[in-house]
């Protein structure tokens, strides 16, 4: 087979500070993220995608929460080690596709340059990653504001 598929989602809780990262762009919000990383949720889910499309475990297992040398770590480090490992086995990133879930804050405002960074860091053209944004309607864990979640597909194609 020529391509392979990944998904990846990941969670985080909102606590105290005055800003989450979210696809390496620092969002303003009344609350901050707790996290051992940077806890951006938007790279998280992405490399999970990633790393599933190559069969490689899972972001924790590369990257163990259990290790001081990613306290408060620049999540994108992650993101360039598994571009590395994609590109290691003979494969290439094709595409992206990213939703993030919260109530607040707003996504919208700031996806264009969420797309901006995550293409260059990728080496994709901006319109191969793709950044969407919904509420649950104020339902569940996400409606209440207790946290924000993103779910993340992507396509390798042989280099
Ligand atoms: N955190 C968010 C959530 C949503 N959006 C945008 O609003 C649209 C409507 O959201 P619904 O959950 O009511 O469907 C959604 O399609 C997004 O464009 C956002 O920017 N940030
Ligand atoms: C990113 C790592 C880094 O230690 O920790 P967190 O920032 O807590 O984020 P999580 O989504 O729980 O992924 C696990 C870890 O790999």
Redesign the pocket.
């Known amino acids: 087979m020529n391509i392979r598929i990944g998904q990846g989602f ?1 969670v ?1 809780a909102f606590g105290d500070g005055d800003h989450v990262m979210l696809g390496g762009v620092r969002v303003p919000h009344e609350r901050g993220i707790v ?5 951006d949720v938007v790279i ?1 889910a992405l490399c999970d995608a990633m790393l599933g499309a190559l069969a490689l475990g899972d ?2 297992q ?4 259990s ?1 001081p040398q ?1 306290k408060d ?1 620049d ?1 994108r480090a ?1 993101l360039r080690h598994c571009q590395t490992l994609i590109g290691e086995r003979g494969w290439q990133l094709g595409n992206a596709d990213i939703t993030v879930i919260c109530e607040r804050p707003k996504v919208g405002p700031h996806a264009a340059a969420m797309r901006q960074l995550l293409a260059g860091d990728l080496g994709l053209a901006e319109d191969a990653v793709s950044i969407k944004a919904t509420t649950t309607e104020k339902l569940g864990f996400t409606g209440r504001g207790e946290g924000i979640a993103a779910m993340a597909v992507c396509l390798l194609v042989r280099a």
């Open positions: 990941d985080h996290a051992h990383s940077d806890g998280h972001i924790g590369h990257f163990p929460p290790d990613w770590a999540s992650f």
